[in-house]
């Protein structure tokens, strides 16, 4: 059964969502909470696995991933489950959703310039036998928030 979050659990995960690295003292006073209340909180997001871990949020161009485009996959269904697996195993694909609409899934992919995602799609995207037709749109700008 999913847990069920209230406002403060809600705020406690914005706050997460800009440093997760902060530390309970500095998520309690953000929230305005005491750092035992804080504390519990994030441990009980944590064992329901509503948070699910920490890591980085890492600049694509400053790390080396000059080029990125959005990717929309037609695929043959009932391959859904080997298709994914091999596009978790490219590198460059970021992030995988399984959608429904005009296309079944849609990619994240980042590459070192043109050529290479050139090459990840008409190369690796395009040889999966589960994989219909693509889709690209380039993405000029992004940006995360909070």
């Keep these: 059964m999913p847990l069920e979050l209230d406002e403060l659990d809600l705020r406690i995960l914005k706050e997460l969502r800009i ?9 309690a006073a953000a929230t305005h909470i005491s750092r035992a209340n804080a504390y519990t909180r994030v441990n009980r997001l944590i064992d329901s696995q509503v948070i699910r871990g920490f890591g980085a949020r890492v600049d694509p161009v400053l790390s080396g991933q000059h080029s990125s485009a959005y990717v929309t996959l037609t695929l ?7 298709t994914r697996s091999r596009l978790s195993q ?4 970021n992030h995988i959703a399984l959608v429904g ?3 079944d899934c849609i990619l994240l992919v980042r590459a070192r310039d043109n050529g290479d995602l050139r090459r990840v799609v008409l190369e690796e995207l395009q040889s999966i036998p589960g994989v219909k037709s693509t889709k690209t749109a380039l993405i000029f700008e992004d940006f995360e928030t909070a």
Aim: hydrophobic share 40%; no cysteine.
């Design 90 to 93: 490219i590198p460059e694909v």
């Design 101 to 103: 609409g005009d296309f």
């Design 19 to 27: 440093d997760g690295r902060a530390s309970i003292s500095a998520v």
């Design 76 to 82: 043959d269904q009932a391959s859904w489950q080997d």
